[in-house]
Nanobody
Framework: EVQVVESGGAWVQSGGSLRLSCVVS????????IGWFRQAPGKEREAVSC????????YYSASVLGRFYISSDKVKNTAFLQMNNLEPEDTAVYYC???????WGLGQEFEYEGWGQGTQVTVSS
């Protein structure tokens, strides 16, 4: 059973940076994508970024492109989300999850499993 633990969320002022971590355990497949999602108060959860274990391909939503960067450490089974130039609109609970195989771009939420408890990111203006 895939499990993930997210960390790194915090309160930060607008324009600041944060680095989120996602530690994955219980992987039983060699090909997968790790995705980051977020859910703001009163809104649906949305995909933010994902990275493929195959060739390291990365994908981003339009709202974070150029500000957020996803990376991974396969040895440590950890994915990171570097978030720069944060805006109040980035305030949300950030989740990571794993999609077996490959995804078409960011993929669909139903393709992912092992959802963690999330980590809160709060950006003040």
């Amino acid at each position: 059973e895939v499990q993930v633990v997210e960390s790194g969320g915090a309160w930060v002022q607008s324009g600041g940076s944060l680095r989120l971590s996602c530690v994955v355990s219980g992987l039983s497949y060699n090909l997968y994508a790790i995705g980051w999602f977020r859910q703001a108060p009163g809104k649906e959860r949305e995909a933010v970024s994902c990275i493929s274990s195959d060739d390291g391909s990365t994908y981003y939503s339009a709202s974070v492109l150029g500000r957020f960067y996803i990376s991974s450490d396969k040895v440590k089974n950890t994915a990171f989300l570097q978030m720069n130039n944060l805006e109040p609109e980035d305030t949300a609970v950030y989740y990571c999850a794993v999609a077996p195989g490959t995804t078409w771009g960011l993929g669909q939420e139903f393709e992912y499993e092992g959802w963690g408890q999330g980590t809160q990111v709060t950006v003040s203006s």
